[in-house]
Each structure stands twice: as structure tokens, then as C-alpha cells.
């Protein structure tokens, strides 16, 4: 792990870095200039698409920050939490398929019920039995059981529900409730897993704990392609409802229109009635789709700003300071009293819960939810990455890193291809060269993540924006009086 970045008491000496605020500014400066060139050079709806996307890679940065930054948890499995995020979009916003509840439903809950009791019962015996071989054959007697019973009832729900319109539905439905409120649900799904993951994992060595919850994430997206009846598995559950307006209402709405017309009124004046009319129409429709956008942008900026906040608050509140120090020095951290597996389980499952709210409101904004898209290339590798180049430990350089390299991911493809055909351009249109390396310039994103990576661990290791120490300055020894 880096070393931070110590700041003294004193300050404006030569040789010192940079101040950290000064420096967020001018990052966070260029990372808008780079946007604004985005919509200037290419179009404004693009520019907030990728500020959407910008904005909840930031919120997933932050939950990673707050698990390896706060309490040094190697955590690689983040797209199963940020798919349980997903999951809950569709279990609130969609509404219930009462055919498929009368197919299956009975039998489904009768399943749960079996399930639950066996826990219950295996957990008792495990807790009011000797150790030995009793206590050995009776739970595996009751698990065995439990499954069989479980089976019994599930089995059958589980055909009759993806027997209904498996084209259309398939599946249960959800609760019918706004989709909002499903990113608070997504956290508590991803918090529930952190805990049940914590439980089993959280002891384990830094190594093992990456293997264990890489594994547990390809669990949990296996069982999310596999069970139709939950999710639709991998025919996907599109037509998601939205918290923001659809586009073709707005291109209906008359205080829209209006508000469109009063903005281009010079412009629509030197046109001819018929020019104006068709002109119009265009600026509504290019008007709605940038008015989504921005609300989708408000509420998600909205969510980025509460959850920063209140990230800087505890990593600044005795909590934080107690994490730090078992980050840098559990056995220490021990020594002196603090429980450092119940604090690892409590950081994990909050940083767990801040993915989960990250995994609801993308596919909030998608619209749809496709286990298949959910990779470690973009939902844990991209994550690391921008926590790694912002400034593990540093809640301003999580979200600096979700912009970055969010922004470097989407426009290295596009420059790549302008690159390479201006560097071919003196080839022949057809010519095998050329046209190998105008396939292949899409494949420059992760040579150039790579690159970025390296430069950032090789010239400033803490990240873009490093963790930095407070540590007052102690008081120079007052000076003795020479003895008369």
C-alpha cells in the first residue's frame, strides 16, 4: 500500500506539494474542460451521457474506496454486488405477473418456508449440541431433509412459473412501486450478501478473501442467468420504468414546445412558416432527449453528493481514524482493544451497500437488466482502476477516478479510430494494413488503461489525488533559563 501524503502544520515552504485542495480543483477543472470539448466537438447529448455514466462509476469508486482505502479489504467481487443492485431495479419497478403467482407462487413460498426452517433448526442444533458425531449426523439429517422438502415444492413452481408467456414474462414480476426507490433497496441486497459474505470470508487472509469473493460474485451472476423465474435470465427484462420523463411525452407537452420555441426564437424568425415548423419539431426532439438526460443527471449528482459527504464525514470522525489504524496496523489496532474482524464485516458490508445503490441506478438509467453484461472487466477491474488513479483512501480521488477513467474508456475508441486513420491515410482505402488496424483500434482502450495505470503508480503512487494525513506540529520545548 502507498504511503500518504503527510501534511504538517506549516505551510507555503518551498519544496512542498502541492495543496490537496488546490490540486482536486484543477483536476476536477480539467476533467470538466474535457467534457465541455466532448460537447462542443461531438454533440451535448453525448457529453451527458458520459457524465451519467461518470457519475455512478464515481458512487461504485467510492463504496470500493470506502472497503480497500478505509479498512484495506481486497474486495474483487463487486459486479455480483452491483448486479444485486440491478436485481432490485426489476423486483420494485416491475409490475407483479399475477398468472405466473397463481402458476407457482404457493408452491415458491412454501419452498422459502422449508429453506428457512431448515437454517433455523441446523443453526440450533449447531449451537445447543456437543461437538461430536451426534451433533454431525443430526444436522446433516436436517439438511437433508430440508433440501429434499424444499425441492419437493420448488421444483414444480419453478416450471409452472416460466412456463407463463415465457416470450413476454416468465418470470414473477416485481412490486409495481417507482424505480426510485429501488436504488435504497439495491443497497440493502448488496448490504445482506456483504454480511453473509463477511461471515464467511472477512477471516480469511488478504489473498483469500479476493479469491472468495471473486468466487461468490460468479455465484451470484450464474444464479441470476439460471433462475428465469426471478429475473428472466439471460432473455433479459427490458421496458424498466423511469424516475425521469420519456422523451416522446415531452415532444407532446405544450409548456415544452413553448419553452423550446422562446429559446430558438431568433433562429425560428428567419425561417419561412414551413421551414419553422420542421425546424422546430428538430430542436424539440434534440430539447428532450438533453432534458432526460439533465434529470437524470441532477438526480444521480444528488446521490454522488450525499454519499461523498457523508463518506467525508466518517473517514474524518474517530470511526475513520480507528479503520485507518487497522488498515496500517491490525495487530496494533488488537493490541489496544478494537475487534478487527466486526470492524472489517462493518466496513465491508458498507462499502457493499454504496455498489448495490451504484448497481440500481445504472440499470435504472439502461432501462433493462442483462445478467450477461455483467463482466470483472467493467464492473471490478474499471472500479480498481479508478480507485487505484484518483487516490486509494482519498474520497475526492475515488470520484476523480470514476470520471477519469470512465471519460478515458468511452473516448480512447472514437480518438483511436481518428488516430489510425490519419496515420493510414497514405495507405490504399483497401489496403490490409490499414483495414487491420481500423478493426483493432477499439482494443487501444485497454493498451491505454494499461499506460495510464502504469504512468499513475510510476510518477505518483497514491493516486492522482493522495490520502493525506493531518498531524498537528508538537510545540517547540519551551527554553529553560540558564540557572543564575
Known sequence: ??????????????????????????????????????????????????VNLCLISAIMALGVNIQWGFGGLFNVGIMGFAALGGVAAVLVSKPPVVAAWAAGGVNLLLAAVCCAVTIALATLLYRRMRKGNARLLCMTAVIGLGVLAMRYFYTPAVGAIEAVQPSQYGYLGGLGLPIIFSWAVGGLFAAAAAWVVGRVALGLRADYLAIATLGIAEII??????????TRGVKNVTGLPRPVPYEIDLQQTPWFIHWVQQRNAA????????ASGEALRALVVEASSLFVKLCY????????????AL?????????????????????????????????HRQVFILGSAVVGIAGAMLTTLDGQFTPGTYNPLRFTFLIWVMVIVGGSGNNLGAVLGGFLVWFVWIEVEPAGLWLVDNATAWLHAQHPVRVHLLASAQYMRLLLMGLVLLLVMRFSPGGILPEVVRRRQAPAPAERKPAE
Open 267 to 274: 433562429e425560428l424568425s428567419e425561417l419561412s412558416p414551413e
Open 1 to 50: 500500500m502507498s504511503q500518504p501524503q503527510i501534511q504538517s502544520g506549516q505551510s507555503g515552504q518551498s519544496g512542498q506539494p502541492m495543496q490537496p485542495m488546490l490540486r482536486a480543483s484543477l483536476a476536477f477543472a480539467v476533467i470538466a474542460a474535457l467534457l465541455l470539448l466532448v460537447g462542443i466537438g461531438q454533440s451535448w447529448s453525448f457529453a451527458l451521457a458520459i
Open 297 to 308: 443527471s441532477g438526480l444521480f449528482a444528488a446521490v454522488l453528493a450525499v454519499i461523498l
Open 311 to 343: 463518506s467525508i464525514t466518517a473517514l474524518n470522525s474517530p470511526w475513520g481514524r480507528m479503520m485507518r489504524a487497522i488498515r496500517d496496523n491490525h495487530i496494533a489496532a488488537n493490541c489496544m482493544g478494537k475487534h478487527i474482524t466486526a470492524r
Open 221 to 230: 451472476i450464474a444464479f441470476l442467468k439460471n433462475e428465469d423465474w426471478l
